[in-house]
Antibody, heavy 119, light 111 residues
């Protein structure tokens, strides 16, 4: 069964770039779409964007221009970069996999990584 | 697309049924006859997990006490007999187009 694990700094200063990596084990990133989802403390879920193993991407319009999601076949990882962060970007960030059928639902989730934006 | 859930809080009694409503600002019914709607549950202290996809298909391992009715813009997630392990926050999410958006979440807790 595929497992996902987020890693990266838990504290980022305002105006800097948030960087997270998702390591995929128990399966290959090949053949799938991969998304990042975030959840501000005590709030609901927000889709950030996805990357296809081929490298194609799609981002939430509200984050376009600040977000980059990349796939790294050689290391079986994918990553998230969010620039010019503010306190509003403080959240638990989840990496997820899309199941390859139907609505391409998010069938596998990482445990989540809390990122706090603060000076 | 705006997804609206109700209620936002749902106290339930074990063994009794429970229902959660999810409405979308535009129809999620595509020409293939499927509703492009998924449901997730976030159990306390855990990551969300897939519950139902493509309208009414239960994910692997999801018991048949969970079902979804409705089509187009109005959907209802039903739990036929609530069990203690069903507590958590339930989210609907449309998959009609990008960006995918979630409902606000419905917190189900035992009375």
């Amino acid at each position: 069964q595929v497992q996902l694990q987020e890693s990266g700094p838990g504290l980022v200063k305002p105006s800097e770039t948030l960087s997270l990596t998702c390591t995929v084990s128990g399966g290959s990133i090949s053949g799938y779409y991969w998304s990042w989802i975030r959840q501000p403390p005590g709030k609901g879920l927000e889709w950030i964007g996805y990357v296809h193993f081929s490298g194609s991407t799609k981002y939430h319009p509200s984050l376009e221009g600040r977000v980059t999601i990349s796939a790294h076949m050689s290391t079986n990882q994918f990553s998230l970069k969010l620039s010019s962060v503010t306190a509003a970007d403080t959240a638990v960030y989840y990496c997820t996999r899309h199941y390859n059928w139907g609505t391409y639902p998010l069938d596998s989730w990482g445990q989540g990584a809390l990122v706090t934006v603060s000076s | 697309i705006v997804m609206t859930q109700s209620p936002l809080s749902l106290p339930v009694t074990p063994g009794e049924p429970a229902s959660i409503s999810c409405r979308s600002s535009q129809s999620l019914l595509k020409s293939d006859g499927y509703n492009y709607l998924d449901w997730y549950i976030q159990k306390p202290g855990q990551s969300p997990q897939l519950l139902i996809f493509l309208g009414s298909n239960r994910a692997s391992g999801v018991p048949d006490r969970f079902s979804v009715s409705g089509s187009g813009t109005d959907f209802t997630l039903k739990i036929s007999r609530v069990e203690a392990e069903d507590v958590g926050v339930y989210y609907c999410m449309h998959a009609l187009q990008d960006p995918r958006t979630f409902g606000q979440g419905t917190k189900v807790e035992i009375k």
